[in-house]
């Protein structure tokens, strides 16, 4: 009979997932006691940054900024309503790291002349959606 081989994180993996989940629990938690009370509730914490965004939709793409960035989605503002739901993009969270994937647009309020847009990452590898938090959480604890 064989054994499945299934690879065993190490003891420093383990401490820092058992880190970066203590410390999302805890900021969530302040979030929460700050911001009314959401139809769905939050399941990560979120950080005011602004870091430089592609959007890739069928024909075309866009540079943007980000306003806000959590480990599951992010905020922007455009001029115009997004041309489709869902696209592909690309996240610099820093100088020479990126992050991809698939995002789909969850909400869309119109604010005078543009469109503030809220969007899900859907579909996003594990080593990048890790990366991300782990930068929404270096900024909230540089600055809560």
Request: charged content about 25%.
């Amino acid at each position: 009979m064989e054994e499945s081989a299934t690879e065993v994180p190490s003891p420093l993996e383990l401490y820092r997932q058992q880190r970066r989940d203590t410390l999302t629990r805890a900021f969530l938690a302040q979030q929460q006691q700050r911001a009314p009370k959401l139809a769905t509730p939050r399941t990560m914490p979120r950080a005011r940054l602004t870091l430089p965004l592609t959007l890739h939709w069928h024909d075309w793409e866009t540079d943007l900024q980000t306003i806000e960035v959590s480990g599951r989605g992010c905020s922007f503002f455009m001029y115009s309503a997004p041309p489709q739901e869902t696209f592909g993009f690309t996240l610099e969270l820093s100088h020479d790291v990126c992050v991809r994937g698939r995002g789909r647009v969850v909400a869309t309020v119109q604010q005078d002349e543009r469109h503030y847009v809220c969007v899900r990452f859907e579909l996003m590898s594990a080593d990048d959606a890790t990366l991300a938090e782990d930068c929404v959480l270096e900024a909230l604890l540089c600055y809560p």
